[in-house]
């Protein structure tokens, strides 16, 4: 079965600083992989997805995530934190099956500091 | 940008009550999805909708949970007698298909409280 585990419930880095949120996938089969951004008091916004055409994906925002199968990990980066950062990241599989139903992780609270 | 809309943004209903929470998906996706969200612990998915009938449900959704497209337009899950662990954020998403990289659109939740 899918699953998804991101490492941290918290991350704090300043602004201008590199951001790194990590994310490790179970799969049986070739994974698709998302990431999801939650503003407060809104729904989750998709910031990228990986489809298997590339191994390293762009996203908006300045986001980017390298799928890396040999580490079953697809951890989310940006060179420089901005303050709008400041949000709820999600990671999230597709399941098995034919429904497409998405299987996420914990998620992760970026903070960003002045 | 088309949107996943749902109301409404916030429901208080007393224990033992029905509710009925809407979503109007993005107008050419067939794919319809319920997640909830209890607070501090991560997103879940409940149920997929597709051509009329769920497609997949979790453990989750039981008896006391259904779905329907009365319309066109409209997707709702009802809860028949609200528990107080059934508060939560819900989320509908919607999909033009369900294929592997096909993302699912999120509406911005309906919170759910029940007294």
């Known amino acids: 079965a899918q699953s998804v585990t991101q490492l941290g419930s918290h991350v704090s880095v300043s602004e201008g600083a590199l951001v790194l949120l990590r994310c490790n996938y179970s799969?049986?089969?070739?994974?698709?992989l998302f990431w999801y951004v939650q503003y407060p008091n809104q729904g989750l916004q998709l910031l990228l997805k990986y489809t298997s055409a590339a191994t390293l994906v762009k996203g908006i925002n300045g986001f980017e995530a390298e799928f890396k199968k040999s580490e079953t990990s697809f951890h989310l980066t940006k060179p420089s934190a901005h303050m709008s950062d400041a949000a709820e990241y999600f990671c999230a599989v597709r399941g098995s099956g034919n429904t497409g139903k998405l299987i996420f992780g914990q998620g992760t609270t970026l903070q960003v500091k002045p | 940008e088309p949107e996943v809309t749902q109301t409404p943004s916030h429901q208080v209903t007393q224990m033992g009550q029905e509710v009925i929470l809407r979503c109007v998906p993005i107008?050419?996706?067939?794919?319809f999805y319920w997640y909830r969200q209890i607070l501090g612990q991560k997103v879940e998915f409940l149920v997929s909708f597709y051509n009329n009938e769920i497609s997949e449900k979790s453990e989750i959704f039981d008896d006391q949970f259904s779905v329907e497209r009365p319309d066109g337009s409209n997707f709702t899950l009802k809860i028949r007698s609200t528990k107080l662990e059934d508060s939560a954020m819900y989320f509908c998403a919607s999909s033009l298909g369900q294929g592997g990289n096909q993302p699912q659109h999120f509406g911005d939740g309906t919170r759910l409280s029940i007294l």
């Open positions: 107008s050419n996706h067939l794919y």
């Open positions: 799969s049986s089969v070739p994974p698709y």
